[in-house]
């Protein structure tokens, strides 16, 4: 199963788990404004689909909560690598604020290996890992 939701919503933990319960796999977070995909500009070629992060999770409950913790101006919470990333740069976070994340998450039984999958795609495609997956 595929989903996406926005980050910024106030049903943001209710849909996830309605939908997933404490179930995992990847993630993906991009950006959307005015209903269409921010593309990224990338070293190979632009990437339409707006890929920002590529994670994983053995529970989407406590992952991806603990990303919008982290993404969330209005939490000082700090768990996710992601988050923090998004949080050092200014200008990232003028080019795709917080009320235009969403994420995409897909079931997967085996996520550790699903995440390095797509995350060599990404690689093979663009010469580089998204974003905010780079140190």
């Not at 053995?58 to 919008?68: E, F, H, M, P």
């Not at 009320?99 to 495609?125: G, I, M």
């Amino acid at each position: 199963m595929v989903k996406e939701y926005h980050i910024a919503s106030p049903t943001f933990w209710d849909d996830i788990n309605r939908d997933f319960g404490t179930g995992g796999g990847i993630y993906k977070l991009f950006s959307k404004r005015d209903g269409k995909i921010q593309p990224i500009n990338r070293f190979l070629g632009q990437d339409e689909n707006g890929t920002l992060y590529i994670g994983k999770a053995t529970s989407y409950i406590d992952r991806v909560i603990g990303l919008k913790k982290t993404l969330d101006p209005k939490y000082k919470s700090s768990p996710h690598i992601c988050g923090r990333r998004y949080n050092k740069n200014i200008r990232v976070q003028e080019a795709f604020p917080f009320t235009d994340l969403f994420v995409q998450l897909e079931s997967s039984d085996d996520p550790v290996n699903r995440e390095k999958e797509l995350l060599l795609e990404y690689f093979n495609t663009f010469g580089e890992v998204p974003p905010l997956n780079a140190v």
